[in-house]
């Protein structure tokens, strides 16, 4: 699993990544209750918003940790945005992106790296 400093986790299966928000920004964000996923077949570039999520404290835009057509969006969240909070890192996953540039991983932290950079906060 890699991390972005804008608190997105990234899980490469085979060329798909499989996005979503961290168990941190979970938190930070409290009780989730809306999430809209981007759209099928939509194309996007690593850094740019391609999701929001929606708390009772404020909404944020998901960035997306690379490039690549986005394959499948996780549907279930627009009925149960409190997936998003129960298990952030797994079932509350955003959508898969058929990767583009595989290399793009490479800029991204791994979990330790991703701990350390939450000391900074």
């Known amino acids: 699993m890699h991390f972005t400093k804008d608190h997105e986790w990234v899980r490469l299966e085979g060329d798909v990544a499989v996005v ?3 168990k941190h920004a ?3 964000l409290g009780d989730v209750v809306f999430v ?12 740019d918003g391609f999701a929001v999520v929606e708390s009772v404290k404020a909404a944020s ?6 490039s690549g057509e986005v394959v ?3 549907d ?13 890192e797994g079932a ?9 540039d595989a290399s793009q991983l ?15 906060l």
């Open 20 to 22: 979503g928000i961290t």
């Open 26 to 28: 979970a938190e930070q």
């Open 36 to 47: 809209e996923t981007p759209e099928v077949g939509k194309t996007v570039a690593q850094k």
């Open 61 to 66: 835009d998901v960035y997306a940790p690379v």
């Open 72 to 74: 499948e969006a996780n």
């Open 76 to 88: 279930a969240l627009s009925t149960a945005p409190e997936t998003v909070n129960a298990d952030p």
């Open 92 to 100: 509350g996953w955003f959508a898969k992106i058929k990767v583009a």
């Open 106 to 120: 490479d800029g991204l932290m791994d979990r330790a790296a991703y701990d350390q950079y939450l000391t900074t």
